[in-house]
C-alpha cells in the first residue's frame, strides 16, 4: 500500500473511530465539548497560517470573520429558519466576502501597518456585533440556535456532533493541504519572502494576498458556523481580540507556514490549560511557561515549514512535478 493512504487511513481510524471510541467509553460530556472545540480551532488555526504563515501576512482580524461566520448561521437559522447545510456555505459565503472587501484597501499596507488596519478590522466587526442589537441582540448573544440537522437527520447528540465537526475539519485541512502545497502555495511563499521580487517574476502580488486573506476568511467563518450549530449559543466576548491573539499564537506555536505546526499548535492551546485545571488559575502562568520555553528553544515552531514541506513531500507524495526532461518541472503534483 503506498504510503499517501497508509497516512490518509491512520489519520481517518484515529480521528472517526478512535478518539470518539474512547470518549465514549469515558462517558463525560465535557470531553466531548473539549473535542469539538479542539477541531473547530484546528481549522480556524489553519486558516490563519495561510495568510500569515504561507502568505506572510500577519493578521488580527481572524476572530473577527470566525464571529461573522457564527452570527451569519446563527442568524439564518434563528430568524429564517435555514438548514445546516445553508448555513455553512452562507457563513463561508458572508466571511470570506468581507474579509475580501476589507483586504482591498488593506492589502496596499505592507508589514507592521498591515497588522494594525487587521486589527481595526477586527474590532470595527466586533463592535458592530455588541452594538447592532436588533440584529445581533448585542451582549446578549444569540440563544436557541438549531442543532446540527442534515436531511431531515437529528444529529444533535454528542456523538454525531462530532463526527460532523470531524467531517468538515478533515475536508478543510484537504482543501488547505492542496491550497498551500501546490504552485498556489509556492507563489504565496515567494510573496513572503520578497514581493518585488515575485512580481518581477509575473506575479501579481495584491491578487494573491487578496485571494489568501478572503480565502482565509471564509475558512474562518465555517468554523464560527460549527461554533453556534455545536454550543447553540453565541455572544460577542467569543470573538475578541484575546480570540485572535489565541490563534495567532497556535500558528506560531506550531510553526509559521507549517499546516501540521498549526494542528499541533490548536491541539496544545486548548488542552494545556484544561490538563492543569485542577490548579486554577496558576494553570495560564505553567501555559505561559511552557510557551515561552517552546518559543526560545524551537523558534522556528514544534514543527516548522521546512519539516512540514519536507514530510509532505516524502509520505505523501506531493513533489515536484516531473518535467518532460525527467529534471524537476514547475508545481506539484
Known sequence: MARPAIWTGALLALVLLAIPGGLLALDQGYLFRLAHLSMIFIILSASLNLVSGTAGLLSLAQAAFYGIGAYVAAIASTQFGLPFLVTLPAAMLFSGAFAFLTGIPAIRLVRIFFTVATLSIGEIITLAITNWYDVTRGP??????????????????????????????????????????????????????????????????????????????????????????????????????????????????????????????????????????????????????????????????????????????????????????????????
Request: charged content about 15%; some cysteine; glycine content about 12%.
Open 140 to 333: 446578549l448573544g444569540i440563544r436557541g440556535i438549531s442543532p446540527i440537522e442534515i436531511f431531515g437527520i437529528d444529529l444533535s447528540s454528542r456523538l454525531a456532533t462530532y463526527y460532523v465537526i470531524a467531517v468538515v475539519m478533515l475536508a478543510s485541512l484537504w482543501m488547505l493541504h492542496r491550497i498551500t502545497h501546490s504552485y498556489y502555495g509556492n507563489a504565496l511563499r515567494a510573496l513572503r519572502e520578497d514581493d518585488q521580487s515575485a512580481e518581477a517574476m509575473g506575479i501579481n502580488a495584491n491578487l494573491l494576498k487578496i485571494q489568501a486573506f478572503a480565502i482565509a476568511g471564509a475558512f474562518a467563518g465555517l468554523s464560527g458556523a460549527l461554533l453556534a450549530h455545536s454550543t447553540r449559543y453565541i455572544s460577542p466576548d467569543m470573538f475578541r481580540l484575546p480570540e485572535s491573539i489565541l490563534v495567532l499564537t497556535m500558528v506560531v506555536v506550531g510553526g509559521l507556514g507549517s499546516l501540521p505546526g498549526a494542528i499541533i499548535g490548536a491541539l496544545i492551546m486548548i488542552l494545556l490549560p484544561e490538563l492543569g485545571r485542577e490548579v486554577g488559575e496558576l494553570r495560564m502562568i505553567l501555559v505561559g511557561i511552557v510557551l515561552f520555553i517552546a518559543i526560545v528553544a524551537m523558534p522556528r515552531g514544534l514543527f516548522s515549514e521546512t519539516a512540514a514541506i519536507a514530510f509532505v513531500r516524502r509520505w505523501f507524495g506531493c513533489a515536484w512535478r516531473p518535467g518532460r526532461d525527467g529534471k524537476a518541472g514547475i508545481g506539484w503534483k
